[in-house]
């Protein structure tokens, strides 16, 4: 995809989540296992060679990788000058997560919602608490700036 002079990659990196919406178009994937870390750099360089300025990190949810930082760290590394990470929120809860994904490279958040209150959300997510550490994961993004 191309967005204006700046070609843009997207890399789903895995299907886990710690949500368990009922409208996820990924859940029959979930008992997939995420890319290998080796994988995932493969794909990256696969990006760079594209001559891909932007890269789109999303899954299921990719903060459940244990390895996030380390891969945002090598796509800065590689070429990539802008990071957008789809996520659902609620890792970003936790400050000291939040800033070392900040302190590798992302440099934009894009929360995902089910609804403008903690009922809907919670309920599509069915997740009792998730729109509350999502809202809280954004202040603490807010935070690291």
């Known amino acids: 995809m191309s967005v204006g002079e700046n070609k843009s990659y997207t890399l789903k990196v895995g299907f886990y989540c710690n949500n368990n919406c009922i409208s996820c178009s990924e859940s029959h994937r979930k008992p997939w296992d995420d890319l290998s870390a080796e994988k995932a750099k493969a794909l990256l360089d696969e990006g760079r060679n594209r001559e891909s300025k932007t890269l789109v990190l999303t899954g299921g949810e990719p903060t459940m ?14 070429g990539y000058e802008y990071i957008v990470l789809q996520t659902n929120g609620r890792m970003l809860y936790y400050r000291n997560y939040c800033e070392r994904l900040v302190n590798a490279g992302i440099d934009c958040f894009m929360f995902g919602f089910h609804g403008t ?7 599509i997510s069915q997740c009792s608490g998730a729109f509350e550490q999502a809202l ?9 700036q």
């Not at 990788?65 to 590689?78: G, M, Q």
């Not at 809280?136 to 690291?144: C, D, L, P, S």
């Open 117 to 123: 209150n903690a009922k809907t959300h919670d309920f």
């Open 65 to 78: 990788r244990p390895d996030l930082p380390a891969l945002a760290e090598y796509a800065k590394k590689t």
């Open 136 to 144: 809280q994961g954004g202040e603490e993004h807010k935070a690291t």
